[in-house]
């Protein structure tokens, strides 16, 4: 089963809004309610920021929210702040044989 | 909670490696403990899954054959291992802890454990 597609960057400034698209397919994306999305700083490990499409985690701003629609689900960052700028990765539930499908990766500049 | 990972191994092509992830605290055995690789400037893969609670676990078809992983449940400890390195295992492995629900997510990691293959 091949990553989920993720644009390789998205920019924004300060205060704007920007939205990651994860593209999958319907045996992933598109068939589970398991969809979630990790922030990743150079040098330290991923953290969970939204799962099962649009909850938070506690602890999280609620400016970070997702959807989904069909075979994509997507990642908005409302009100963009310059620690946003990270690598941001989608991942869906596949299956029992396949519990993790991770994107490609997104980097988020923040200009 | 606290997910305390083995440090960094360098190791020769064709030598075995063992990497362990321990998960403290309260009911830490109520999860399964993952394992996610990252090479060089790139970016998240799947490797394999383990309960803590039990024998069951699920190995990534990209790894298949690759590794193995096991667990103690006396200590709540997972273990990824080698028995034939090669220069493409080089990367940083993480672990990472998801609930004894079907599909949850990872909803905490540890710091990784580098693990670097060369001649």
């Known amino acids: 089963q091949s990553a989920l597609t993720q644009p390789r960057s998205v920019t924004g400034s300060p205060g704007q809004s920007v939205t990651i698209s994860c593209t999958g397919t319907?045996?992933?994306?598109?068939?589970?309610?398991?969809v979630s999305w990790y922030q990743q700083h150079p040098g330290k490990p991923p953290k969970l920021i939204i799962y099962?499409?649009?909850k938070w985690p506690s602890g999280v701003p609620d400016r970070f929210s997702g959807s989904k629609s069909g075979n994509t689900a997507s990642l908005t960052i409302s009100g963009l702040q310059p620690e946003d700028e990270a690598d941001y990765y989608c991942?869906?539930?596949?299956?029992?044989?396949?519990?993790?499908?991770f994107g490609t990766g997104t980097n988020v500049a923040v200009l | 909670v606290q997910l305390e990972q083995s440090g960094a191994e360098v190791r020769k092509p064709g030598e075995s490696l063992k990497i362990s992830c321990t998960n403290s605290g309260y009911g830490s055995n109520n999860y399964w403990l993952g394992w996610v690789r990252q090479m060089p400037g790139k970016g998240l893969e799947w490797v394999a899954l383990i309960s803590l609670a039990g024998s069951e676990s699920r190995i990534s078809p990209s790894f298949q054959g690759r590794v193995t992983i096991s667990v103690d449940q006396s200590t709540n400890t997972a273990y990824l291992q080698w028995s034939s390195l090669q220069a493409s295992d080089t990367a940083m492995y993480y672990c990472a802890r998801r609930p004894s629900i079907t599909a949850s997510p990872f909803d905490y990691w540890g710091h990784g454990s580098l693990v670097t293959v060369s001649s």
């Open positions: 991942c869906s539930y596949a299956g029992t044989y396949i519990p993790y499908l």
């Open positions: 099962d499409v649009d």
């Open positions: 319907n045996s992933d994306v598109g068939r589970y309610y398991s």
